[in-house]
């Protein structure tokens, strides 16, 4: 009888502990994160570092996808620059934001022969840094994105 009880109380307590650790790292700063942003717009969660359980890695490349999403039209094609932004850019968190827009990225196989297919029907944006633009954008339309060194501007084709 005595085994059993004892058994039964580790088991209890080992439930107890990770009950209190889920809550403790989990639930409490989830629980918070949502208390505090709680009537925040979509956009705006996304632009920031999240709860401290699962932290946004992109809230600024979010940011600099939000404000393209806002100037562009629907339709139209958005070229950005290879990937490699100093703040961390990641493809997919551009994508989705910028969805249903086209989204090409220089540098990557067969963007070349992908440019001259664009046609002239759809209004052509291109996201470069701000000391390439004389090479895309000739001063045309040029806005500054947030703080990251990038410009938005319609493209020449």
């Not at 949502?34 to 632009?47: A, C, F, G, Q």
């Not at 086209?102 to 996201?127: R, W």
């Amino acid at each position: 009888m005595i085994k059993r009880n004892w058994v039964l109380n580790t088991i209890l307590g080992v439930i107890v502990l990770n009950i209190f650790v889920l809550a403790y790292i989990f639930i409490i700063p989830r629980s918070q994160f949502i208390i505090d942003h709680w009537k925040w717009k979509p956009e705006d969660l996304m632009e920031t570092s999240g709860p401290t359980d699962t932290p946004n890695q992109y809230p600024r490349t979010y940011k600099v996808a939000n404000e393209i999403r806002n100037i562009t039209k629907k339709n139209s094609i958005i070229l950005m620059p290879t990937d490699n932004w100093e703040f961390g850019s990641n493809r997919s968190v551009v994508i989705q934001r910028l969805y249903p827009r086209k989204v090409y990225f220089f540098g990557d196989e067969g963007f070349n022969d992908q440019k001259n297919n664009f046609g002239s029907k759809k209004t052509i944006y291109a996201v470069v840094f701000s000391n390439d633009r004389a090479n895309l954008c000739f001063g045309r339309n040029v806005e500054k994105l947030d703080t990251t060194g990038l410009v938005l501007c319609e493209w020449i084709n």
